[in-house]
Each structure stands twice: as C-alpha cells, then as structure tokens.
C-alpha cells in the first residue's frame, strides 16, 4: 500500500503520531509467522498446552483481528482522518516535509503545499504557546547549557522552511488556500511575530510574476465576480497592517517588501497589481487609526513607485514610444490619486501638525509620502520635451491634470496640493542656485 500509493497518502502515512510503517511491517511478521506456525502445528498434530477457550478458531479470528485493525488504522490516517502537525508528530512532520522540500519535485510539492495548508492553524497555536520557552532556550544557549528541541521549535523550523522560493511558486499555483490558512491564522490569533516573513515575501513576489495566479483575478467585481468583491487572497495576505508591519520590522521581509531587482523589470499590469496590494494594507493601516505612526513596510513600497517610472525620458523624442513606460507612469498616477481617495474616506483619523515640513525631522507625515511621491513623478515626466503632443500628453492629460485638476475640494487635497507646489518651489529655487554659478562664475 505505502509503494504504490499516491504522494498524498504517502506523506499521511509518514507524518501520522503512529509510527505506521514500522508497527505494519511487524504486524504482517507476526501474523504470517504466527499463521504458518498454527497451520503446520494443527496439521501435524502436535501436543499443544491446554488453555481455556483458546481453539484453533480464536486463534486465527485473533491474528485476523490484528490484520484488519492495521488496515483500518491505515485507512483512518490517510483517507476518514488525515493527520496534522502536532506535539504528537512535531518532529517526525518536521523531518519528512524537509525531505520533499529537500527533494523539490515538481509533481509533490503542488500536494505537499495542500498539506501543509491544513496544519496551519496548528503551526501558529503551538509556535505561540511555546514562545516563553524560545527565551529560557536562548539564555540557556547563552550560558552554555545544552537545550532539548520541543514542538514550538518544530515549528518555527517549518515556518522557515516553507519560505523556499520553489515552494512558494507551487503554493500560488496550486494551493492558494494555504497561503490564505496560514495568514488568517497569524491575523485571527493576533501573533505578529511569527517567522513567516520569508514566506510571506516570496508568496507575494510570485503571486505577482505569475499573471494567472488568485492576485489577478481579484481586481473587481465587475472583472472577477463574487472574488473579485470578496477578495480572499489579497485580503488574507496584505488585508492585515499588524501583521505586514511587524514581519517588515523584525524579518525585514514582508509581503510588501518585494526585491528590488525584481521590481526594477515589472510590467504595467505587474505594477498595478502591486499597487492594489499596497492599497490593501494602507487601508487597513488607515482603519485601525495608525497613520500617527511610521511604517516602515508602507515607506519601502512608496519607493518602489517613486522609481517605477524612471525611464520615461526614453519617451522623449520618439513619437510612438514604448506602450509599457506610458502604462507604469498611469498606474503611478492612479495609484497616488487611489491612496488620496483613501485619505478623504478617514481624513478626520489623521492628524497633521504642521503644514511645512520639519527639516529636522527624519520622517514625514503621510501628506508629505504622497506629495513627494507626486513630485517624482512630475519630476520624471518632465524629461519629454517632445513631440509636442506625448509631452502635452504625458505631461498635461496624465500628470498634472490628475494632480491638480480634481473636481472636489477637501482638506486632504488643499494639504498635499500645497505640500506639493512647496516641494516644486523648492526644486525651481535649487535651480535658481546653479544658473546663478554657471550666469557668475
């Protein structure tokens, strides 16, 4: 059974609390030895020690018995009852899952992805219960003392583990629902400092790079039907500002936190589904009342689409310039006036201080992210001088009109259109300063 059946129930079987195989294959030693023995000894008619109500038949019903309790015990681990991670099976689960990673098979890792899914919410509870015990370990290794490994540690490794870049790819293709499982368990059980941030850095990056993966069929309601309104995956993965700021502050990788290599060669259509993750997390952030603090997962994703649209002084000079470049620059725009839509909606939530910025002050409010933002991209559309009409095009219809153009007057608008037109005063002066050296030397 265990050699030819499916990968599934191989891996069932390998992780139940029993060791299965083991006790099977000790099982069929005494139940055939101890049949032949019976069989030969009843037909030769040996002597045989007096036991009451010990015939031949009970006998045989005794060995049939323990036959079929290991066949049943098979079929209740792999099929009625399928085991998850426990304190029964920490290390054995642990220890089996490396080897598949380790393997990296294509045709398992899409049905070890699944599995690993419904022990989602085990991996969290136990890696959460055993966090105080993480501290006396480490103090222990500290002084020197040995340290024996326990089911939180088992844990945390498998959360590690699975943050394997091939396994991430198979997990967005394949299994979605894990990725959701394990997020919404972190989120539901308020247990920020788990170690899945590699996970969650990765699931993100190819969730983005696959164009057939749940991140691009949850746009909207109108594209997507009842996903695109509900939006599970993205939801579950960026829907929660807790849990994305604490894995971008302690593992540095969140699932915002793409690599910049990456990012350096997106797409349009790459681009704007980042852009509906990040918009996903700040509103969260702005629900929850958190714009009076600084976020750092939120600032590192601001710098990816100040430089997402670096290249669009190629489009200078060319009349039918490349399609993509013009896209990125309108997915930029929109998403600055989206993430102004957001600040209109929980405007009474964020306080301001002053409306100049503090050259003092290391950090910026979020008027001053998004109006340094803008000004990026304004600063970058500049470089089309001509034709005259993509440069009235890009710079006109596309930026400025965006920019300052707005049908509706509120104090969110007022506030970065004047941080803005500072920040560009500011830019004309610096300019003032070498025409004056280059006019007087």
């Known amino acids: 059974m265990f050699t030819i059946a499916d990968v599934q129930y191989r891996f069932r079987i390998s992780v139940s609390p029993l060791p299965l195989p083991r006790i099977t294959f000790w099982a069929i030693g005494v139940i055939g030895f101890g049949t032949l023995i019976t069989d030969l000894w009843v037909a030769q008619g040996w002597l045989v020690v007096y036991v009451p109500y010990m015939t031949y038949g009970v006998i045989q019903g005794l060995f049939a018995a323990g036959f079929l309790t290991t066949a049943m015990a098979w079929l209740y681990f792999a099929f009625l009852k399928p085991p998850v991670f426990s304190k029964w099976n920490a290390k054995r689960y642990g220890q089996v899952l490396f080897n598949y990673l380790l393997r990296g098979s294509d045709s398992e890792l899409p049905v070890i992805a699944i599995e690993v899914g419904r022990s989602a919410d085990r991996l969290i509870e136990i890696f959460a219960n055993h966090r105080a ?11 020197g003392e040995k340290t024996h490994p326990n089911p939180g540690n088992y844990a945390s490794d498998i959360m590690w583990m699975i943050g394997n870049r091939k396994f991430c790819r198979h997990v967005v293709a394949a299994s979605p629902g894990t990725a959701i499982r394990l997020f919404q368990a972190a989120a539901n059980q308020q247990i920020y400092d788990v170690p899945i941030g590699q996970f969650a850095k990765n699931v993100s990056t190819e969730a983005i790079l696959n164009p057939d993966s749940n991140l691009y069929h949850e746009d909207s309601r109108y594209q997507s039907g009842l996903f695109g309104d509900l939006k ?4 579950a993965i960026y829907g929660s500002y807790r849990l994305v700021e604490e894995l971008g502050t302690k593992f540095h990788s969140s699932p915002l936190d793409v ?8 797409t349009a259509p790459q681009l704007e589904t980042y852009a509906r993750a990040v918009l996903t997390t700040y509103a969260d952030w702005l629900c929850i009342g958190g714009s009076y603090e600084h976020s750092y997962s939120l600032t590192r994703a601001f710098g990816k689409f100040k430089h997402a649209c670096w290249d669009v002084y190629r489009l200078d000079g060319v009349e039918d ?8 620059l ?5 998403f600055v006036t989206d993430i102004i839509d957001l600040l209109e909606k929980h405007e009474e939530k964020v306080v301001i201080k002053r409306l100049k910025p503090d050259e003092k002050r290391i ?11 803008m000004s990026e991209i304004i600063y970058n559309a500049a470089g089309i001088t001509n034709p005259w009409w993509p440069c009235w095009d890009i710079q006109h219809n596309t930026v400025w009109t965006s920019f300052f153009d707005r049908h509706r007057e509120s104090k969110t608008c007022r506030i970065i259109q004047f941080k803005l037109r500072r920040l560009i005063y500011e830019e004309i002066i610096e300019f003032d300063k070498y025409t004056d050296v280059t006019t007087h030397p």
């Open 363 to 373: 950090r910026r409010d979020i008027y001053d992210q998004v109006a340094e933002l």
């Open 321 to 328: 310039g490349d399609l993509d470049i013009r896209e990125r």
């Open 259 to 266: 690599d910049f290599e990456l990012a350096y060669d997106w």
């Open 232 to 235: 599970p995956f993205t939801q």
């Open 330 to 334: 309108r997915v930029c725009v929109r």
């Open 133 to 143: 015990e993480f501290q006396e370990q480490r103090r222990k290794q500290e002084r």
